[in-house]
């Protein structure tokens, strides 16, 4: 971004779940956070958290957050209301959208002085389909960026003293004795994470991976997403057999390999001594069967930055996703066939056949599997460590504020 005399001033409203303007300040940008705008254009930044909250009853859909004014400067133009969904990547819920419509208008904001910053970058499209021009929507992944800074070799140790990455002696494939291995790690309990789970069981596989699956006891914490006894019936109709007799095979206690030690985080530890120990991961994504969803989260850059291959069980584009950002996707070894393929019934047996290929791979000569990987590999390491947070900084963090600049300047809102 050109150097500009324009002052970007964020005004924070509620307490917890300011995201983006967090992720500004971790990269050094200049941004103001200000309770006090004055009379210059000015950004109300408000915490979403959870996107359902927009069309809860209570708090008027999170819009109660507003101060006394608030309104009168986004109908007068000096503001614009940013609703910071950086940390989630939904799809189109009309119901929410809906009653996000109904609650701007009631306290007379104007649908186009709204900026929905969330992580996936459909939404715009699917939105104008249903609703037309109306609301902004602006892409911005908060635990990516977050993972970035963290695995980068400057930044992370000053930023998250707390979740230190231990790299002493890692490096992809520096196990060169046994039998080949694969990692598959699972936690919040979703439907593309369960079918996965009962066909490493039916394919023998689950005695040969380092597999966790949390199941639905009361150990795990994210059990209650769905109820594995009742698919919807798009899933139930696709993949019968794998669900039969859900009650026999789904483990009631967590099946973990990671530890279970206060403190633990998912998002912002790293075991690498599992991936260490083995040749291949399989990404298991948040997004599967969800429509009208793009993103990576911070799962598939942990996995990327340690280098080994992967099969991505995710949304569509998702191994393109992580192409783009700059990390080699092992296309010579992984058929990704699956990648573009939108619908999910379709695209769950390619991912199953693709693993069952790199597996087949794996098993039959591992070192010569590891020659032909370790270049992409060693590649990989490297640029989680010197070249992912650059790469984010220019396709998501620049672009973002260029728009923030030009609101400042001018008091329009783009896309």
């Given at each position: 971004m050109s150097q500009l005399s324009s002052e970007i001033l964020l005004v924070p409203r509620g307490e917890a779940g300011h995201f983006l303007p967090a992720a500004l300040g971790w990269m050094g940008k200049r941004t103001t956070v200000t309770h006090h705008p004055g009379e210059a254009n000015h950004v109300l930044c408000l915490p979403v958290l959870d996107f359902v909250r927009l069309g809860f009853p209570d708090a008027n859909g999170r819009l109660d957050l507003l101060q006394p004014g608030d309104a009168e400067n986004l109908r007068a133009g000096r503001a614009a209301l940013l609703l910071d969904l950086s940390n989630e990547g939904p799809g189109l819920h009309a119901p929410t959208f809906e009653a996000l419509h109904r609650n701007l208008d009631g306290l007379g904001i104007p649908r186009d002085r709204v900026i929905l910053v969330s992580q996936n970058r459909m939404l715009r499209l699917d939105y104008e389909r249903l609703y037309g021009e109306g609301l902004r929507f602006w892409t911005f992944e908060f635990f990516p960026l977050q993972v970035a800074l963290w695995l980068d070799a400057e930044a992370g140790p000053r930023l998250f003293p707390q979740h230190p990455l231990d790299r002493t002696g890692y490096a992809p494939f520096a196990r060169d004795f046994g039998p080949a291995r694969f990692l598959c790690q699972n936690a919040a309990l979703r439907w593309h994470?369960?079918?996965?789970?009962?066909?490493?069981?039916?394919?023998?596989?689950?005695?040969?991976?380092?597999?966790?699956?949390?199941?639905?006891?009361?150990?795990?914490?994210?059990?209650?997403?769905?109820?594995?006894?009742?698919?919807?019936?798009?899933?139930?109709?696709?993949?019968?057999?794998?669900?039969?007799?859900?009650?026999?095979?789904?483990?009631?206690?967590?099946?973990?390999?990671?530890?279970?030690?206060?403190?633990?985080?998912?998002?912002?530890?790293?075991?690498?001594r599992a991936y260490a120990d083995c040749d291949l991961t399989i990404i298991s994504e948040?997004?599967?069967?969800?429509?009208?969803?793009?993103?990576?989260?911070?799962?598939?850059?942990?996995?990327?930055?340690?280098?080994?291959?992967?099969?991505?069980?995710?949304a569509p584009r998702a191994v393109a996703r992580l192409s783009e950002l700059g990390f080699h996707t092992f296309g010579s070894l992984i058929d990704h066939d699956y990648d573009p393929v939108t619908e999910p019934a379709e695209r769950l047996p390619r991912v199953f056949r693709s693993i069952e290929r790199a597996w087949a791979d794996c098993r039959s000569d591992r070192a010569a599997r590891h020659r032909r990987a370790r270049e992409q590999a060693e590649a990989n390491v490297a640029h989680a460590r010197?070249?992912?947070?650059?790469?984010?900084?220019?396709?998501?963090?620049?672009?973002?504020?260029?728009?923030?600049?030009r609101f400042t300047e001018t008091g329009a809102l783009v896309h």
């Amino acid at each position: 971004m050109s150097q500009l005399s324009s002052e970007i001033l964020l005004v924070p409203r509620g307490e917890a779940g300011h995201f983006l303007p967090a992720a500004l300040g971790w990269m050094g940008k200049r941004t103001t956070v200000t309770h006090h705008p004055g009379e210059a254009n000015h950004v109300l930044c408000l915490p979403v958290l959870d996107f359902v909250r927009l069309g809860f009853p209570d708090a008027n859909g999170r819009l109660d957050l507003l101060q006394p004014g608030d309104a009168e400067n986004l109908r007068a133009g000096r503001a614009a209301l940013l609703l910071d969904l950086s940390n989630e990547g939904p799809g189109l819920h009309a119901p929410t959208f809906e009653a996000l419509h109904r609650n701007l208008d009631g306290l007379g904001i104007p649908r186009d002085r709204v900026i929905l910053v969330s992580q996936n970058r459909m939404l715009r499209l699917d939105y104008e389909r249903l609703y037309g021009e109306g609301l902004r929507f602006w892409t911005f992944e908060f635990f990516p960026l977050q993972v970035a800074l963290w695995l980068d070799a400057e930044a992370g140790p000053r930023l998250f003293p707390q979740h230190p990455l231990d790299r002493t002696g890692y490096a992809p494939f520096a196990r060169d004795f046994g039998p080949a291995r694969f990692l598959c790690q699972n936690a919040a309990l979703r439907w593309h994470r369960v079918l996965l789970y009962r066909w490493f069981q039916l394919n023998g596989m689950d005695r040969h991976g380092l597999i966790s699956f949390h199941g639905i006891g009361a150990d795990n914490p994210k059990a209650g997403g769905i109820n594995v006894f009742h698919a919807p019936p798009e899933i139930e109709a696709a993949f019968a057999p794998l669900l039969a007799d859900v009650g026999d095979w789904i483990p009631r206690q967590a099946r973990r390999i990671d530890p279970p030690a206060a403190g633990t985080d998912m998002v912002m530890t790293l075991d690498t001594r599992a991936y260490a120990d083995c040749d291949l991961t399989i990404i298991s994504e948040t997004d599967f069967f969800e429509g009208g969803v793009e993103r990576v989260t911070e799962k598939s850059l942990k996995a990327a930055a340690t280098g080994l291959p992967f099969v991505m069980v995710g949304a569509p584009r998702a191994v393109a996703r992580l192409s783009e950002l700059g990390f080699h996707t092992f296309g010579s070894l992984i058929d990704h066939d699956y990648d573009p393929v939108t619908e999910p019934a379709e695209r769950l047996p390619r991912v199953f056949r693709s693993i069952e290929r790199a597996w087949a791979d794996c098993r039959s000569d591992r070192a010569a599997r590891h020659r032909r990987a370790r270049e992409q590999a060693e590649a990989n390491v490297a640029h989680a460590r010197h070249g992912l947070l650059p790469q984010l900084d220019r396709v998501m963090v620049a672009p973002l504020l260029e728009r923030l600049v030009r609101f400042t300047e001018t008091g329009a809102l783009v896309h």
